[in-house]
């Protein structure tokens, strides 16, 4: 009878020790849990809105943005009502170079996660619209270090009005 007793709780402990083995290999280990909720919960691009400026400059002219932004001619602005600027940018903020010798002036507003981008250019008058999102932008111009560093240099080189 004692021995019995002894197998059948043997047997209960093994099926037990079975049972709590076969539970936690099918569970996700805490680590993997953790990461996936770390992944998930990064925030999105978040950027200053003359940092959207720079990088809409950057993707509609590059040259025409590093070359006033070296002059110290490259103006960041927000459209006032005051403002004399084509229709349909009423809402939106602007880069202009001081000296306007090509026409270049590019307007910009981000609605979401998109980027609506209207520009002249060359003497051209008539707006173009280009749309990007801030994923594209930052994945074109905002990766490494280095890209980085020259998007918030350009920031800082930037007049205000």
Known sequence: MKRKIV???IIILISCLWVAVTINFNRPSPQQVQDETQSSQQPRPKFTDQQIGVLAGLAISPEWLKQNIAANQLV??????SDTVPA???????LVA??????TAIFFKAEGQTVIIKYTSQRNTKLKTKALTLSQLKKEFYQTRSQKRGV?????GLRTE
Do not use: E, L
């Open 7 to 9: 197998i059948i709780t």
């Open 76 to 81: 960041y602005g927000i459209v006032k009502p």
């Open 88 to 94: 349909g940018v009423d809402d939106y903020s602007y």
């Open 98 to 103: 001081t000296d306007d010798q090509d026409g």
């Open 152 to 156: 918030d240099d350009y920031v800082g």
